[in-house]
């Protein structure tokens, strides 16, 4: 089994920063992708972001050259920095990691974006 613990969320103004962190942990060995997702009331989970073991990067269109998706292998972490955040961010971020073909979550954390 696999762990993830997000954490960083907050209430943010418009065109503010804020970054995300997620912490893998338990059986991580295999882990080939980590990715953000998104959820916001009334909507379907959103992909934001993912980086797979080869480090390649690849971002939704809606938050591409605002948000950046890295990595700290040494501290099994997953950040996502995102600038120039808008209401429409305002959601639930989760933390998703893959591995041979199963998929783990976190719980997520709040971010909230006022106009």
């Known amino acids: 089994q696999v762990q993830l613990v997000e954490s960083g969320g907050g209430l943010v103004q418009a065109g503010g920063s804020l970054r995300l962190s997620c912490v893998a942990s338990?059986?991580?060995?295999?882990?080939?992708?980590r990715s953000w997702y998104r959820q916001s009331p009334g909507k379907q989970r959103e992909w934001v972001a993912t980086?797979?073991?080869?480090?390649?990067?690849n971002y939704a269109d809606s938050v591409k050259g605002r948000f950046t998706i890295s990595r700290d292998n040494a501290k099994n972490t997953v950040y996502l920095q995102m600038n120039s955040l808008k209401p429409e961010d305002t959601a639930v971020y989760l933390c998703?990691?893959?591995?041979?073909?199963?998929?783990?979550w976190g719980k997520g954390t709040l971010v909230t974006v006022s106009s």
């Open positions: 998703n990691a893959q591995k041979f073909g199963s998929h783990y």
């Open positions: 338990g059986s991580i060995f295999g882990i080939n992708a």
């Open positions: 980086i797979n073991s080869g480090d390649i990067t």
